[in-house]
């Protein structure tokens, strides 16, 4: 922990000095370094320029997001950039090849259902949904302490089902800190609400496709090998597991923290603000249930949820409740990282270097299960200290090469495991809104940390194992 302070210490002393070019330019730097002198020791495998170059990429791309010497949708730009220079030109590779593939990530199902999502959460931030949710929380649970936390983390829950993590974990926080200031930041209730909310904002998006990018990216990664997964056989898996996974939270918090004897008064907790137009809270909540209700419904009525995402886009813009500055407000850098992403996956498959790097995996003397355990693993120790989606983006088109429903399987359970990630401040945003109040410190983040870092991964096990046995039966 001590290296993670410093090296955050550093790079806020690199920023105060107007120096933070220096501090990314020698890191880009070292990290293009480190890259050519792995591919340099690779290449005298033989495996062939393609993949060589392939390789340089991808290790660069980790070591890029793992150092965020440039932003974290800036690398999945540049992957896009060199797949089409190596692979679209002679220029490094003998013979050019056909480029759509990479390119196409840009307008990807995957691409399509995130924006959908973006367009709904929005929407429900300008009706002020969110704010009548956590309102009806309070009066629905406000009574006792226990039940207040335990409905608290529920409705963060579902909320980051459908709306952004970061959004649903700020509105919730934003909401109940007055009633900390009151209460005292130091009261194990307070530290309660602090870690358990925003644990449950990265968990929940466990639930749906949309509702986490590493989600998102297990389902595009499948459909590139023929496997679609629809909405409605997601949540099979990630509804019941997020809520669970946040439930057994609750309850670890609930013996741990001691909050038995809390008191809480729910009057503290502030109102809603004045409420939006009742036309344009009608608009979201009609959008709302008919996108949702064609995701649900895709098996009856054939519409990919790719395109019943145009709903949201369309019905919103027109009914003004989203308009040009909203739009613009988007986080369109998500997409252009799960853009990347895809395509560095694209390349793994399509040279065969996740063949080969899988191959090696294989015969390692282990059970396959036990490689499988070890994607998850690595998929929430990698998340503590990158981006979820990096992580995934990195991990996913490798599970997908391994051999039967294992192929199916992992994928979903990377997935899961990279959205338990909870041991530092840094380690997803939500902990980041939480922590940016100044009201807790890093270190409480820790007990949440390592009780993800062992019950995610066997929770996506056993969830996924039951999900595949029936998906496949």
């Not at 973006?118 to 309070?138: C, H, I, P, W, Y």
């Not at 051999?403 to 380690?427: E, K, N, Q, Y």
Request: net charge neutral; hydrophobic share 55%.
């Amino acid at each position: 922990m001590a290296s993670n302070d410093s090296r955050y210490a550093a790079i806020r002393l690199y920023k105060k000095l107007k120096l933070g070019w220096l501090f990314n330019t020698s890191t880009f730097i070292g990290n293009l370094v480190i890259a050519a002198g792995l591919t340099y020791f690779f290449r005298q495998l033989g495996y062939g320029n393609a993949v060589d170059f392939v390789f340089l990429i991808a290790v660069l791309s980790i070591g890029l997001w793992v150092t965020e010497a440039v932003p974290p949708f800036a690398v999945g730009i540049f992957i896009v950039c060199m797949m089409l220079f190596g692979f679209g030109t002679d220029f490094i590779i003998d013979e050019s090849a056909p480029v759509e593939l990479y390119v196409g990530t840009w307008t990807s199902n995957v691409i399509w259902l995130l924006l959908g999502g973006f367009f709904l959460a929005e929407g429900m931030k300008q009706a002020q949904l969110d704010r009548s949710l956590f309102s009806f929380t309070v009066r629905r649970f406000g009574r006792s302490p226990q039940r207040l936390l335990l409905g608290l983390m529920m409705v963060t829950a579902l909320g980051s089902m459908i709306m952004s993590n970061t959004a649903t974990s700020a509105m919730m926080i934003s909401s109940i800190t007055p009633l900390i200031y009151v209460m005292g930041a130091k009261t194990s209730y307070a530290r309660a609400l602090l870690t358990g909310i925003p644990a449950a904002a990265t968990v929940g998006g466990i639930g749906t496709i949309i509702g986490s990018t590493p989600n998102a990216i297990a389902v595009g990664a499948l459909a590139e090998q023929g496997i679609n997964i629809t909405f409605v056989e997601w949540m099979m898996v990630g509804f019941p597991t997020g809520l669970i996974l946040v439930y057994m939270f609750y309850r670890y918090l609930v013996k741990k923290m001691n909050i038995r004897e809390a008191t809480v008064d729910a009057s503290l907790i502030p109102k809603s603000d004045t409420p939006a137009e009742p036309f344009k809270r009608r608009a979201v909540i009609f959008t709302l249930f008919v996108t949702i209700g064609l995701w649900v419904t895709e098996p009856l009525h054939g519409i990919p949820v790719a395109a019943t995402s145009a709903v949201p886009i369309l019905l919103l813009t027109m009914t003004q409740v989203i308009g040009t500055d909203e739009v613009r407000a988007l986080p369109w850098d998500t997409l252009m990282l799960v853009a990347g992403g895809l395509a560095l996956g694209i390349a793994l498959v399509d040279v065969g270097l996740a063949d080969i790097i899988m191959e090696k995996i294989n015969s390692l003397p282990v059970a396959v299960f036990t490689v499988v355990f070890l994607f998850a693993f690595i998929g929430v120790l990698l998340s503590n200290v990158m981006s979820n989606t990096a992580a995934s983006s990195i991990l996913i088109p490798l599970a997908v090469t391994l051999p039967g429903a294992f192929g199916i399987a992992t994928p979903v359970i990377v997935a899961i495991s990279c959205s338990c990630a909870l041991f530092l401040p840094v380690s997803t945003p939500s902990n980041a809104v939480a922590y940016a109040t100044g009201l807790i410190e890093q270190k409480e983040f820790r007990r949440g940390g390592v009780y993800f870092v062992i019950a995610g991964p066997l929770a996506a096990c056993a969830a996924v194992a039951l999900w595949v046995w029936l998906y496949m039966g």
